[in-house]
Every structure is written in C-alpha cells, then in structure tokens.
C-alpha cells in the first residue's frame, strides 16, 4: 500500500518499522499523519510480538515539519483548543524502545518527533532545524524544551532563534543523535533488532528510568531504579538471562 501516509512493516523479527509516506510534501506531519502515527504506535504498543519500533521518513527526508498549508488557517482559539496536542501526548506514550533513522531535513515538527525517538540514528546529509520563526512563531511540539534539554542552551537557542540548520556532524556532536551511519535505515533496524534479542521487560523500564533521569531528583531516580531492578529480579527473564550465561548459550527471552 504505497499510497498510504504511513507505511508499516516488519523489517526484522519483532520490529516494527513506520515510515512517514508524504515525499510531495516532504512528509509534511498533517493532522492525518500525526493521527495515523499515534494509531500505528498504540497499536505496536499493544502488540506482544513488537519489541522495537524504527520511525523514519525513508531515505531523502525525515520531515519537513507540521504541514504549514494546514496551519495557515490557525488563530489564538483554534491554538489553544489544538487537538495536535493530545496527539503528541499519545506518541510520548509509546513506552517500548523507539529509533528514528533520520536522512535529509527533521525540521520543526519533524524534528520535535526525531526527539521523542530513545535513539537516533542520522545518515551523513541529515539537517535538523526548528525554523518556526521564519514563519512568525516558535515550536509548539516541545521543541524550546526538548533541543534544550537534549542539546543544551546554546545550540537550541541558535537554531531557535536564526531558524538555521544543523548538520549531522553538529547534531551528533550536541548528542542530539546517538550516531553518525553512511547507512542510517539499515543501521536504524540493526539497532531496534537488536533491542528487540534483549528482554523486552528490562527494555522497558530501562527507557522508563533514562527517561525519568531528566526531570527526577537523583534520590527519587535512583530508589525507581532499585524498585525497578526488583521487580525483574522476579521474571521468567531474569532466569533466562543469568541461566545462559552460567550455560554459556544464547539467552532467548520470552518478555515474561
Ligand atoms: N508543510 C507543507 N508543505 C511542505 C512543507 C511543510 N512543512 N515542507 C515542504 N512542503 C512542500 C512544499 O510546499 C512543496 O510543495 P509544492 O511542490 O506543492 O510547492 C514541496 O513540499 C517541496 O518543497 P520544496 O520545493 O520547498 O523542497 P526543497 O527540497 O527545495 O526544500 C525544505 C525542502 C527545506 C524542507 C523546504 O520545503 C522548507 O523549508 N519547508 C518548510 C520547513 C519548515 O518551516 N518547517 C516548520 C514547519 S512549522 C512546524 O513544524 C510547527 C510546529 O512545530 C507546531
């Protein structure tokens, strides 16, 4: 189904790989799409059998950003009653591992939705940007707060305020990506796949805890992080896991 907005397949054993479908737009996030995407994400959420999640716009472009054809319509009220919000609130949801594989522009929207990915990989002509201000605003996806937390004050202020672009090598540099790939699709799915031979469980407090990392007191984080631990100290996992190697086989594990 090459005419849908979002394609979804299986690139590898319990991966699932979403890839924005909109090149006449440069993958523009319409509502339709952000729709879509949530929809796509629940659904992998939901799904045993998915373990990882690779997002990507494919080979050329990430995303250009929200679709500006659509915004053009906007005033105050129809801002604050935005139901965009609620969706960006049910893509932060996601709580399985997710890695974005970003070729060509992640720009404003398209951006702000690389940075809900736990791991991103950027092919060597990425360029990321928030430039909002050149049409008269500012990032309303999280963008102020997330490039500022990720990457810090100065590169988030350059990029917020100039509307100028970033290259992989200066993303990379900012820890707004977690590597540099000549092939950034195919090592996008070598990453989740990868997730995906891990226990799926630990994954998933693990991306729970990191994430928490950023706005938790040390104390807190840490006592979650002891709690955590405990609780797959008592899973089939935690066997597996400790057994094959006492074994010296492979661990196979069956997120139980
Ligand atoms: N929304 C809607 N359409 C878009 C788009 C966008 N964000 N970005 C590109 N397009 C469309 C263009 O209108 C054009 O359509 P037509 O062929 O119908 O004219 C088509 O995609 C190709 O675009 P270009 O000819 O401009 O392609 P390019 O390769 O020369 O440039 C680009 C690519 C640098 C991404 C340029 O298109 C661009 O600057 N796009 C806008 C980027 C932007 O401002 N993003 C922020 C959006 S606002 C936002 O995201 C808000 C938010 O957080 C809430």
């Known amino acids: 189904m090459t005419d849908a907005i979002l394609l979804i397949d299986e690139p590898a054993p319990y991966v699932r790989r979403l890839t924005l479908n909109r090149p006449e737009a440069r993958n523009a996030l319409s509502s339709p799409l952000l729709v879509a995407l949530a929809e796509a994400?629940?659904?992998a959420g939901d799904d045993a059998n998915i373990r990882a999640v690779v997002l990507t716009g494919g080979a050329k472009v990430?995303?250009?950003?929200?679709?500006?054809?659509?915004?053009?319509?906007?005033?105050?009220?129809?801002?604050?009653?935005?139901?965009?919000?609620?969706?960006?609130g049910r893509i932060r949801r996601f709580a399985k591992p997710m890695v974005a594989a970003i070729d060509?522009?992640?720009?404003?929207?398209?951006?702000?939705?690389?940075m809900h990915a736990d791991i991103a990989v950027a092919g060597p002509t990425a360029q990321f940007g928030l430039p909002e201000i050149n049409l008269g605003?500012?990032?309303?996806?999280?963008?102020?707060?997330?490039?500022?937390?990720?990457?810090?004050?100065?590169?988030?202020?350059?990029?917020?305020?100039?509307?100028?672009?970033?290259?992989?090598k200066t993303a990379h540099a900012a820890g707004l990506v977690a590597e540099i790939a000549e092939d950034a699709q195919?090592?996008?799915v070598e990453i989740a796949a990868k997730i995906a031979q891990k226990a799926p469980l630990a994954a998933r407090l693990a991306k729970e805890l990191v994430l928490a990392a950023r706005?938790?007191?040390?104390?807190?984080?840490?006592?979650?992080?002891?709690?955590?631990i405990a609780a797959l100290w008592g899973t089939d996992d935690f066997k597996e896991g400790v057994g094959a190697f006492l074994e010296k086989r492979k661990a196979t594990f069956a997120g139980k």
């Open 186 to 188: 195919l090592r996008g």
């Open 137 to 168: 605003f500012i990032p309303g996806g999280g963008g102020t707060q997330r490039l500022a937390r990720i990457a810090g004050q100065q590169l988030a202020m350059k990029l917020i305020l100039t509307g100028e672009f970033a290259d992989a």
């Open 41 to 43: 994400l629940e659904a």
């Open 215 to 228: 706005d938790t007191p040390l104390e807190t984080g840490l006592a979650f992080e002891r709690k955590a």
């Open 62 to 88: 990430f995303a250009a950003g929200a679709d500006i054809k659509e915004l053009a319509t906007r005033d105050t009220v129809t801002g604050l009653l935005d139901a965009r919000t609620a969706l960006w």
């Open 104 to 114: 060509g522009y992640a720009l404003g929207g398209g951006l702000e939705l690389a």
